[in-house]
């Protein structure tokens, strides 16, 4: 399954469980499949809620920064692949 590569996560949220990703590269929708990979990051996971600003958004585009509840801890510089 080919994969692109579309942000970065800048930060994460644990009380809560959010990554922040700034996405650098095409776009990322509510129900795209997303892997997480970084030195000591490695999972897949569906994207089943996005927000901007704490509203709730479907789509995120190139250089928005976009937080998104992940089922595992994640660490800056992480990267996050879209999985086609």
């Known amino acids: ?3 692109e590569e579309v942000g970065k996560v800048s930060n994460y949220f644990s009380r ?6 700034e996405i650098t590269n095409g776009f990322l ?4 499949t997303i892997r ?7 999972f897949t996971q569906n ?3 996005m927000e901007i600003d704490r509203k ?5 585009e ?6 998104v509840k992940v089922k595992e801890k994640v660490r ?3 990267t996050v692949f879209k999985i086609s």
């Open 62 to 67: 190139k250089g928005a920064s976009v937080g």
């Open 36 to 42: 997480i990979k970084g030195m000591k990051t490695d």
């Open 76 to 78: 800056p510089g992480d």
């Open 47 to 49: 994207v089943e809620s």
């Open 56 to 60: 709730a958004v479907e789509k995120a």
């Open 16 to 21: 809560i469980g959010v990554a922040a990703i």
């Open 1 to 3: 399954m080919p994969e």
């Open 29 to 32: 929708k509510r129900g795209d």
